[in-house]
């Protein structure tokens, strides 16, 4: 049977940036369902993600979202602790293949940092890149990166000119007015993050 695209991505990564270490590891099930739990009802989390669900409804969520093999579900690592959660879809088996004409390489992404010790400590663009530069190093047919945040998160907004994050339009999702962001390849390997990342790792080297 063929592997679909994010069954090919890996486990676990990690680079090096602003003198730490960013990564993802693969969620473990049931192992990693505590964590989840916690973060699901944590009270920054509660009002964008909506799963602050009795523990039983969110094992019986997170095994169906594991089964479903066009996405991956990744805990955020810093420094070898887990701080957040990010998942990986294919946008074209995703709902939001139905709000713009995905291509078949297209990948999405949501996440969220369930620590609160990281929060607004200038880890928000460092973990954006890292999933970008994932995605485009581990999926090389992939030029687009897709997100689909609510539209009053402003995290993205501060994000954008750094990376080169496009605003395409502003869609409505049954549970949110979200904007539809792209990153497409070339423009994150011609941002400024890039470019410091670029530098970082040749130091590093």
């Not at 916690?38 to 019986?60: I, S």
């Not at 501060?158 to 390849?185: G, Q, T, V, Y």
Request: glycine share 4%; proline share 5%.
């Amino acid at each position: 049977m063929q592997m679909t695209l994010t069954q090919t991505l890996p486990d676990e990564y990690s680079i090096a940036m602003n003198q730490r270490l960013y990564g993802l590891h693969q969620v473990r099930y049931p192992e990693d369902l505590p964590l989840l739990y916690r973060w699901m009802h944590a009270e920054h989390v509660t009002p964008q993600w909506q799963l602050n669900k009795p523990e039983l409804e969110l094992h019986v969520f997170f095994e169906k979202m594991l089964a479903d093999d066009h996405q991956r579900l990744y805990l955020i690592q810093l420094d070898g602790q887990p701080v957040g959660y990010a998942e990986i879809y294919e946008c074209r088996r995703d709902r939001i293949g139905r709000y713009y004409d995905a291509d078949e390489h297209d990948m999405g992404i949501h996440l969220l940092f369930g620590e609160t010790h990281v929060l607004k400590k200038g880890h928000f663009r460092p973990t954006l890149s890292m999933l970008a530069n994932f995605i485009f190093e581990k999926s090389p047919d992939t030029d687009k990166m897709i997100i689909e945040p609510d539209c009053e998160v402003p995290a993205f907004k501060f994000a954008a000119h750094d990376l080169n994050i496009e605003k395409i339009k502003e869609i409505e999702l049954p549970e949110k007015a979200a904007s539809l962001l792209f990153l497409r390849k070339q423009s994150f390997e011609r941002s400024t993050s890039y470019d410091k990342f670029i530098l970082r790792q040749q130091k590093a080297g």
